[in-house]
Each structure stands twice: as C-alpha cells, then as structure tokens.
C-alpha cells in the first residue's frame, strides 16, 4: 500500500475538472452537444489535476 493514499474521486480538483468538462460538453444542447473527455494525473506531490 501506498504511503500516500490517493482517492480521485474525492479531489477537488478532479471534481472540478469534471464538472468543467461536463458543462463545456454542453449536456442540455441537442444540436451541440458532444463529449468531452481527459485524464486523471498524479503530480509528483501527490495532489490529482485533470489534463484535457
């Protein structure tokens, strides 16, 4: 086991990230809608970002 731990899910900032990505694929816009996607990554430190 790691001695740090990392739950992503839990990270404000991969919970930003996706909430981001979520409005910017425009959900609610029949016409323009479309996915968009990313990665989760573990900095050196050991805090996630998103990477898009």
Do not use: F, K, T
């Not at 479309?34 to 990554?41: M, S």
């Not at 050196?44 to 998103?50: A, E, K, L, Q, R």
């Amino acid at each position: 086991m790691s001695e740090y731990p990392v739950d992503p899910l839990a990270d404000p900032a991969v919970i930003a990230g996706m909430a981001r990505a979520w409005d910017e694929s425009q959900p609610d816009e029949a016409a323009g809608r479309h996915e968009e996607g990313g990665y989760i990554v573990l900095n050196p430190d050991h805090s996630c970002d998103i990477e898009r």
